[in-house]
T-cell receptor
Framework: KNEVEQSPQNLTAQEGEFITINCSYS?????LHWLQQHPGGGIVSLFM???GKKKHGRLIATINIQEKHSSLHITASHPRDSAVYIC?????????FGQGTRLTINP | EADIYQTPRYLVIGTGKKITLECSQT?????MYWYQQDPGMELHLIHY???????EKGDLSSESTVSRIRTEHFPLTLESARPSHTSQYLC??????????FGQGTRLTVV
């Protein structure tokens, strides 16, 4: 069983929709990262969280340490948001990844 | 701007050859990682280091070795490349409470 589980694995939505991607983890962590990977591209860090909530533009990330759960929200989604979104946790000196959520936003 | 670099970006090599993938960062990060990622698939941790002279194996046995003689440099070596090693290799670094930074990756093809 993976230490980090994401849902959904695939998500297709229409432009303008509100998007939520979930991440649950089973270990004690020091921080959680949300990352973005475009097809054929490198990985870009979106957020690093250890508590509470962070916002950057149309992206919002929240974490609930007690429930071992984090969410990434995208407001007013756009086709350029289409990418794989990855949750990763810092645990025992390691950076452990979820399996990723493939998001497709149709015009 | 991320200051973590991987070379080469692309490599095609014959079976049995020894290769070293380079990863360097200029941010003074103590933690560095190597991941393997097949197209469209998730990342698997191969090796990691939390400081100079410390290296650990990750969850994926890839028949590779790493070294961390200097803070900024974390090379990955395949002693004898096989077609099963064909994949993309990603290097990352972080420290303390900073975000993680990723290299652009090395796409390796073993023929």
């Amino acid at each position: 069983k993976n230490e980090v589980e994401q849902s959904p694995q695939n998500l297709t939505a229409q432009e303008g929709e509100f998007i939520t991607i979930n991440c649950s983890y089973s270990v004690g962590i020091s921080a959680l990262h949300w990352l973005q990977q475009h097809p054929g591209g490198g990985i870009v860090s979106l957020f690093m969280l250890s508590s509470g909530k962070k916002k950057h533009g149309r992206l919002i990330a929240t974490i609930n340490i007690q429930e071992k759960h984090s969410s990434l929200h995208i407001t007013a989604s756009h086709p350029r948001d289409s990418a794989v979104y990855i949750c990763a946790v810092r645990w025992a000196q390691k950076l452990v990844f979820g399996q990723g959520t493939r998001l497709t936003i149709n015009p | 701007e991320a200051d973590i670099y991987q070379t080469p970006r692309y490599l095609v090599i014959g079976t049995g050859k020894k290769i070293t993938l380079e990863c360097s960062q200029t941010m003074g990060h103590d933690k560095m990682y190597w991941y393997q990622q097949d197209p469209g698939m998730e990342l698997h941790l191969i090796h990691y280091s939390y400081g100079v002279n410390s290296t650990e194996k990750g969850d994926l046995s890839s028949e590779s070795t790493v070294s961390r003689i200097r803070t900024e440099h974390f090379p990955l070596t395949l002693e004898s490349a096989r077609p099963s090693h064909t994949s993309q290799y990603l290097c990352a670094s972080t420290t303390g409470n900073t975000e993680a930074f990723f290299g652009q990756g090395t796409r390796l093809t073993v023929v």
